[in-house]
């Protein structure tokens, strides 16, 4: 509140000069979308842990195995169903990296000592003599590339039969997309389990058993997408220039669609391990020595009462990998959502 | 004369934290509203004016808004700090609301009948058959034709002026002292609006509600409104009787604005515009928020906010322009013609705004104090 | 003024959606009317009046049901050949109502505006392309710093201006501004009208300025139509419309406005329209006849023998 007149020298009073390109200035930094996002994304706490533990699973599944003196397919069947036992934390026994394994009737015992195997098993070995430590790490791997390769193939073939039922319109899109509902009519487990019995299982079966039924949630997404974007009034600019359809569809509607894309893609990474390691899990997966985080869990299962171990530590994985998935994902959606933004 | 003041609203300060920080969207808001008058506030796009009513019903988003300071003051009580419950009583049933899209602000799965109803029910105690019959006065009275067969008919039935006039009927439903209507007509066509207009002006004559009318169409401020607020980056720049706005502004942005308008006549090669854009709020300039699109700025625009000049009794202008030092500037060519006309309206010489000193004694007098 | 060239004559032009269905709709119903060279053409009327839709069909945003629009002669409408097509594309161009809808937010103000320099291959470097665009900024206000930012980061007037520069980038003779300003603020729409006059003056354009607010129309336009529903009601000079409207449904348009001017609102006196007084018999034909030179309504013979005795 400006009450004192007299402090208002006169001079105040007289024009100032404002530069009038001035009033057309933007303050604020240019951000372009990714930069606002990964703004958006580094706010939310979950999101980050999330990836930097995917991250370091990722790394771990490919450094791994060359921790370990073991590889993940040599046998030794005198060193078979060893509990875990790592250097330094053996020790310690609330952690259950001590070697010691519990009978049936409750006694307590060093599997080492008693075997009298002077080696160090991180995380146990299985029923062949197998380290577990090299097969989880190496289950991860594949676990993950079939992961990957399917959510790809899903959004390769997803995005572009969506982009083009949609633009298309008319009697194709529906065509088009009463394909989709066929294939969608059908329970996928039938589909998927005919596919593997066909191919023989094995990494490239799975993942087209995986991708043949995956990607007509993409498709949709995109469809509907492509549908909104039609008749917005910067695609009809486009148009009104003489823009080809295919700078339509490239070059305006999908970058603007990279968001949901994305957040599609990455929700069906989780499905997929899932799906891989249920697959696993009654018989259909990878064939040994080859490992898979279903097929480590569905090995362990087998002795789950005596050596709980072996399903226990794949199982956190393949648990720690879905959540992870999932909470980036959902940071992701909040970040790259614009309607969320304010 | 003496006019009870229903409602007041003192030295508000209203923010949002978005993700790019604090945006002081209103900054130190004062207005009283009057008894059965009709107070228009215009501004454009992010000069406050939604938010500032958004706020007196309390319906800002509680997550990322915030009242910094200031009170709203309502039958004594103050509205800003008033417990959600409480709150609820008043909302709907002494201040009621319209908002500017018809489509969107009735439920499309409910008969109208049961959507007017519902607030008697609930506020007033009524019982249903007395409700049903206070709704079929209502849909008359808001001019609805054959109220007994459309109180049973869902809101797709309804043309667009047809839904506003429901709204309107809800928000009435209770009697309110104070009925707020953001935009009632923007989305409406012209000829649509018009009988929109005419509806709230002959209501207000019925019922005698106070009303907050906001638009950024002066046409149809002229038409409705007894006094206007005119807001600029999240604070009111001028206040006064429409008459006084209309025929007197004082304000340089009120003189852009009347005279960027085009009205019938209107032959000049170039419209008058205000050059640049409005201030972001997010950092909002130091001194006088309008500053940098003022064709008569001043230094001290740059430096200190301008306090309201008191022009009239109910006209009050925040622009330095007003100060006694000012040197006298000359307003647009249709402003100058309206001034002219309220010259020979009033016999009150208004003259070009550095002229009138012998009105602007109390220089830093706020409204309302 | 009777020697000006007809730059687009718009011919019975129908654009029907659904047709043949039960949910059709006549959108534009038999609409024809002129468009001479470097004149500003206004077009009035409520929403789903129709008059959008003749707009986009004008440019081929949809194919016509009906109708020729021909242009220089030739019709822009039936089957064209890609090089014959972008011709057109380069003539004709399209300023959007939406300022926020009408930028692509992934791309930045350059490539924007330079998306026709592109299509059209303008510009034979990169060099080029660029001083192409900053020219073009600053036609229309804005500057050189402004070209690598994100549509996000302008206001509704600053991204309208931009439009109008895409617009602009292939040179276009004819454009079609589909309500340029009703998504303005006020203080804004003055500075786009201004802008586009300006550039009619300078660069010689021929303007379709299709909006609902009436008191913009008449100040940037020389002549204007009236529709309501899909058709044509009255087409006039600008003056002759608001001085002398004849048609009941643009009278009561016109006495629907607010002016912001308290006086004359206290005493404005609003007529309502209804279709239904034109009492039309069975064997009236109604037709766009023309009253006064220049000034043409859709009556029947009977109300034409009226206006013209009105008018005189």
Known sequence: ?342 | MVVEKILQVKDLNISFHTFSGEVKAIRGVNFDLYKGETLAIVGESGSGKSVTTKSIMRLLPEHNSEIKSGEILFNGKDLAKLKDREMQKIRGHDISMIFQDPMTSLNPTMKIGNQITEPLIKHQNMSRHDAKERALDLLKLVGIPKPEIRINQYPHQFSGGMRQRVVIAIALACNPKILIADEPTTALDVTIQAQILELMKDLQKKIDTSIIFITHDLGVVANVADRVAVMYGGKIVEIGTADEIFYNPKHPYTWGLISSMPDMDTEEEELFSIPGTPPDLLDPPKGDAFAPRNPFVMKIDLEQEPPFFKVSETHYAATWLLHPDAPPVDPPDAVKRRQSQYLEMTGVNSGAVGLDKGNSQFPGKKEGK | MAERKKLLEIKNLKQYFNEGRPNEVKAVDDVSFDIYQGEVMGLVGESGCGKSTTGRTIIRLYDATGGEVLYDGINVHGNKSKKQLKAFNRKMQMIFQDPYASLNPRLKIADVIAEGIDIHGLAKSKQERMERVYELLETVGLNKEHANRYPHEFSGGQRQRIGIARALAVEPEFIIADEPISALDVSIQAQVVNLMKKLQKDKGLTYLFIAHDLSMVKYISDRIGVMYFGRMVELASADDLYRNPLHPYTQSLLSAIPAPDPISERTRKRKSYDPASHNYGDNESVEFREVTPGHFVLCSEKEFKQYQAQSK
Request: proline residues 5%; charged residues 15%.
């Open chain 1, 1 to 342: 509140m400006i009450n004192k007149e007299d402090t208002i020298s006169k001079d105040m009073f007289a024009p100032a000069h404002v530069d009038p390109s001035k009033s057309e200035k933007i303050a604020k930094p240019s951000l372009n979308f990714w930069q606002d996002s990964w703004f958006r994304v580094r706010k939310n706490k979950a999101a980050v842990v999330s990836m930097v533990i995917l991250v370091i699973l990722i790394i771990m599944a490919f450094v791994g195995p060359l921790l370990t003196p073991y590889a993940y397919d040599t046998q030794n069947t005198k060193h078979n169903n060893l509990p875990p036992r790592i250097q330094g934390l053996e020790n310690v026994h609330w952690l259950p990296f001590d070697g010691t394994l519990t009978r049936r009737d409750g006694n307590v015992y060093n599997a080492y000592e008693v075997r009298k195997i002077d080696a160090y098993y991180w995380f146990g070995t299985d029923n062949l003599g197998r380290d577990l430590f090299a097969r989880t790490w190496e289950g991860t791997q594949v676990s993950l590339f079939i992961a990957f390769m399917a959510a790809l193939i899903d959004m390769l073939v997803g995005v572009s039969y969506g982009a083009i039922s949609g633009y298309l319109g008319g009697r194709t899109d529906s065509f088009m997309q009463r394909i989709i509902e066929v294939i969608v009519g059908i329970p996928n487990l039938i589909v998927v389990v005919l596919m593997i019995l066909v191919l023989k299982p094995g990494i490239m079966p799975i993942i087209i058993a995986l991708s043949i039924t995956g990607w007509t949630s993409m498709a949709r997404v995109v469809r509907g997408q492509v549908l909104k974007y039609k008749g917005q009034e910067f695609v009809l600019a486009a148009k009104t220039l003489g823009a080809s359809d295919t700078s339509i569809i490239f070059k305006h509607m999908i970058p603007n669609m990279f968001g949901v894309i994305i957040i599609n893609t990455m929700f069906s990474i989780p499905s997929a391990i899932f799906f891989e390691a249920f697959l696993s899990f009654i018989g259909l997966g990878l064939q040994d020595p080859h490992a898979s985080l279903g097929t480590l869990v569905n090995d362990g299962f087998v002795s789950m009462i005596a050596f709980p171990y072996q399903m226990i530590i794949p199982s956190i994985m393949i648990a720690l990998i879905m959540i992870c998935f999932n909470l980036v994902a959902d940071g992701l959606r909040d970040a790259l959502d614009p309607k969320m933004r304010d």
